[in-house]
DNA sequence: ATTAATAGTTACTTTTGGTAACCCAAAATT
DNA sequence: AATTTTGGGTTACCAAAAGTAACTATTAAT
């Protein structure tokens, strides 16, 4: 892998490749994308940016077709990483509401960039995948 | 789910979340989501992004920990959607160059704001995770 | 006494992802 | 002359993750 692309883009790699550089043992880039690549995390944080506080079941219905198990550990992730706070109110039936923290906001607005290419970009690559 | 928070942000929810709405039986945002919800997706769009064309080891040296079949399985896909270009040359050994295509890059683009993003928020949100 | 409601958990099954071995053809090495 | 190396895969197999269904708690309503 000697004087191919690799070398020619120097510059460019120390912006954009992020990827292999860690502190203190942990890569931020590759961090970010393990936690939101998964099929309900995105899901999750745009539904709570979208309407603010919801209630467990609430979340669950907007999705769709999360499992409750699923919706479970995504919930629990986001909140480990201060990305969701969970508030509990000691009722019967439980009542648990869920909103983004303002880090989680922070994410939301990237993906609220992200969605938006999708739906520009989404008839262009219906057609490619079909022809 | 009557009169709750659900009910409260009608604008906010036809203008954030699409991801229930269908173009022809199919979501465009859960579409593009179901895409890049991998664990390589993100990474190789990334590292073709940064360096301009590379080859197939080329790839696989930079992401590091991606096994063989599972960027060949990562290409294949985003071949189909348009997002890259594969050139076989007729050599031996092979070689089969990969480039983003316009449309890739155009996902690029919004990779590379998310990054910065999870640059600027990973020490937050390690400290989240820990405490 | 039974049912409903909310927010889960647990056990089990299926799907997905990861690992290691193998393939091809020619050029370089022994 | 025979073996090894090369690059870009594929195939078979095994582990991990996700999906499914059933179960739980507690109280109010029927």
């Given at each position: 892998m000697e004087n191919t692309a690799i070398d020619t883009q120097k510059k460019f790699q120390n912006f954009f490749w992020k990827a292999n550089e860690?502190?203190?043992g942990v890569c931020p880039v590759r961090d970010i994308i393990a936690r939101?690549?998964?099929?309900?995390?995105?899901l999750t944080i745009y539904a709570l940016g979208g309407y603010g506080t919801l209630?467990?079941?609430?979340?669950?219905k907007l999705i769709g077709d999360v499992s409750q198990r699923m919706l479970t550990v995504t919930l629990r992730n986001l909140e480990?990483?201060?990305?969701?706070?969970?508030h509990v109110y000691a009722e019967v039936p439980p009542r648990v509401e869920y909103t983004l923290t303002p880090l989680g906001y922070g994410l939301?607005?990237?993906?609220v960039q992200l969605a938006g290419w999708a739906e520009d970009n989404s008839?262009?690559?219906?057609k490619n995948r079909k022809g």
């Open positions: 860690t502190r203190n939101i690549s998964d099929k309900w995390t995105i209630r467990f079941n609430e979340i669950k480990a990483d201060g990305l969701v706070e969970r939301m607005e990237q993906l008839q262009a690559i219906m």
